[in-house]
């Protein structure tokens, strides 16, 4: 059982490096403004409800980590 824990928290903790590595920056606003990147509704929209989501699953799965973390810890 502590084996499969243990897996189950290193997938989660690789799934938790990759949705922080795919999420935008706080300043990409400003570098796409000066950069010219295209300011269309729809990719605005689009980009924010990705952003939404991998914040959303960022959340998830962190939390999900710190128990995993200590149920671990406790056995």
Known sequence: ???ALMI???LC????IVIIMLQ???SSGLSGA??????SYSFKAKSK???AKF?????WVAL???????VLVLL
């Open 1 to 3: 059982m502590k084996l």
């Open 8 to 10: 189950i928290q290193m």
């Open 13 to 16: 903790g690789l799934f938790l």
């Open 24 to 26: 935008s920056g706080k």
């Open 34 to 39: 000066i950069g010219g990147t295209n300011d």
């Open 49 to 51: 409800t990705w952003d």
């Open 55 to 59: 914040a959303r699953w960022t959340k």
């Open 64 to 70: 999900a980590f710190v128990l995993l973390t200590f």
